[in-house]
Each structure stands twice: as structure tokens, then as C-alpha cells.
């Protein structure tokens, strides 16, 4: 039984009894926390969460803390949170042109047209320069305009690379396969 249960208990049979119930000792006032005792409570409350196991199994228990002591950045929380949350379209103008510039190449492949390929390598250079022009403050812009003209051929290129390489697997699938071996019987 808890110490409320059983003091209700005896109060009743003290009371069914007639006698008198015993007057409770004055309870001890709570602890005032200031600059002398918050230090130990602290410690005491961390040594009990201790005991009781509340710090097992965290995760990344004994393992060393990820780009400690590697080189200083300054955005380094902005970046950690855009990879842990996999967030995209947020961030300041230079780092998410950098990130766009790495797959521009493949968004750029998914286009048929080559109107398409021009407007959005034009959108492209004048958010570059936009965002070099803005004094906001953050990260430094070192992402490069392209150049429209060399990247269409570019992209002219790779089409012609992969119609080649879908035109050779096509004709492979459409040749009949012998099949050869020591297992089958020849009739």
C-alpha cells in the first residue's frame, strides 16, 4: 500500500475507534531553488536518472560526435538541418543554387524540347545573378552561370548517347536468344 493509502486507513480506524487522530507533523517546505542548491539539485537529479537507467541505449551512445573538430562553418546548423530533415526549397539563395546546379544536368535530360532546355537555363543564370546582387548576408554565391549555347549542345549529345544505347538494347531484345549449353539434348 502507498504512505496516502495507509494513512487514510488508519485515520478511519482511529476515528471508528473514538479516539483522536494524532495531529500530522508539519510537512517540511519545498525547496527553494536559488544560486547556492540548483548546482546539487541538478547533480542529484542527474545521478538518479542515471540510476534508474533513463541514459541507456541512447541513440549515438559511445560514438563520436559527427564533424567535430573537422573545419569551422558557420551555416553548419542550416546544413544539418536541411540533410537531417531532407528539406528542399529552403535556405539561403547561395546553397540551394549549388544544389540545384549538381542535378541541373538531369532535370535538364528529362526535357523533350530545346525551347525548354533555353528557358530553363536562362531562369537558371538570372536567379545566379539575382542572388549575387543581394546584400542579405549568408553564405558567399560561387555558383557559375551557364553558358545557353554550350549546354544545349551538351544536352543535344547526351539524347543522341541514350537514343543509341535504347536503340542497341531494343534491337538486343528483338534478336532470338539460342540458348546453349552441355544440359540440353540436341534432337
Known sequence: MSDAMSNAAR?????????QPEP?????????LNAQNKSEFV???IQLAIRQGVFDDLPGAGKPIEGLGTHHDPDWWIRRKIETENLSGL?????????????????LDRLGREEDVRSVLEDFNRRVIEAR??????????TKTRDVDAEVAAWRERRTVARAV???AEQMDAEP???RGWWRRSE
Not at 500530522?24 to 527553494?32: D, K, L, N, Q, R
Open 166 to 168: 535504347a536503340d542497341a
Open 133 to 142: 546582387r543581394q546584400l542579405l548576408g549568408g553564405p558567399p554565391v560561387v
Open 177 to 179: 536468344r539460342r540458348r
Open 43 to 45: 547533480e542529484t537529479a
Open 11 to 19: 485515520y478511519r480506524a482511529q476515528r471508528d475507534a473514538g479516539e
Open 91 to 107: 535556405g539561403p539563395p547561395a546553397l540551394m543554387l549549388r544544389v540545384e546546379d549538381r542535378g541541373l544536368d538531369d532535370e
Open 24 to 32: 500530522e507533523p508539519p510537512a517540511e517546505a519545498p525547496m527553494v
